[in-house]
């Protein structure tokens, strides 16, 4: 079992850095297009979270913008890749972390009132691409020979799913 696994995390490494950075660009996009529409939901029709979602984006929205601006830089001066993939490395895993967390006080706490929505498979996918960017690119190339280090966006993988199947199944018992 060791062996596939080991292989297929051996070419993770292989995915190009531009590649990379389009991606981590899209996701930021996204956080910006969701957060500063809910941001702009608060001032139109305020809700009882309005001021938990001002303050949470005056986090999340410049930390999109540095992701698009500095990938931005990095598609355009190609030298640049590494370390702004090490910076977005950081950047994803402290949000990942957090979106994480949250998914965790659901799962203890319950269901947040009101209109929610969860959407199954994105913080598996969120903390283990999240974890691997971290990896490859934010740690000095000493410790990529470590087994930790090799199989942490596996197991930052598999915990997440857990998670993320956990709030599903507390969902659909709030349904029921």
Same mark, same amino acid.
């Given at each position: 079992?060791?062996?596939?696994?080991?292989?297929?995390?051996?070419?993770?490494?292989?995915?190009?850095?531009?590649?990379?950075?389009?991606?981590?660009?899209?996701?930021?996009?996204?956080?910006?297009?969701?957060?500063?529409?809910?941001?702009?939901?608060?001032?139109?029709?305020?809700?009882?979270?309005?001021?938990?979602?001002?303050? %949470?984006?005056?986090?999340?929205?410049? =930390?999109? /913008?540095?992701? !698009?601006?500095? $990938?931005? +830089? *990095?598609?355009?001066?190609?030298?640049?890749?590494?370390?702004?993939?090490?910076?977005?490395?950081?950047?994803?895993?402290?949000?990942?972390?957090?979106?994480?967390?949250?998914?965790?006080?659901?799962?203890?706490?319950?269901?947040?009132?009101?209109?929610?929505?969860?959407?199954?498979?994105?913080?598996?996918?969120?903390?283990?691409?999240?974890?691997?960017?971290?990896?490859?690119?934010?740690?000095?190339?000493? %410790?990529?020979?470590?087994?930790?280090? =090799?199989? /942490?966006?596996? !197991?930052?993988? $598999?915990? +997440? *799913?857990?998670?993320?199947?956990?709030?599903?199944?507390?969902?659909?018992?709030?349904?029921?």
């Amino acid at each position: 079992m060791n062996g596939p696994v080991r292989t297929l995390l051996g070419k993770t490494d292989r995915i190009p850095e531009k590649a990379l950075l389009w991606v981590n660009v899209g996701l930021a996009c996204f956080v910006a297009l969701a957060h500063s529409g809910a941001l702009a939901l608060t001032y139109s029709k305020p809700t009882p979270d309005a001021e938990s979602i001002r303050q %949470f984006t005056l986090i999340s929205l410049p =930390l999109a /913008a540095v992701v !698009i601006v500095t $990938a931005a +830089a *990095a598609l355009i001066r190609v030298e640049f890749s590494r370390r702004v993939l090490g910076i977005h490395g950081v950047i994803l895993v402290a949000a990942s972390a957090a979106v994480f967390l949250w998914a965790a006080n659901i799962l203890l706490n319950g269901i947040p009132e009101g209109k929610f929505i969860w959407s199954a498979r994105f913080l598996t996918a969120f903390v283990g691409y999240s974890v691997f960017v971290l990896c490859r690119f934010s740690l000095p190339l000493r %410790f990529h020979t470590h087994a930790a280090v =090799l199989y /942490a966006s596996a !197991i930052a993988l $598999a915990v +997440a *799913a857990v998670l993320d199947i956990g709030v599903l199944v507390r969902l659909g018992h709030r349904a029921t």
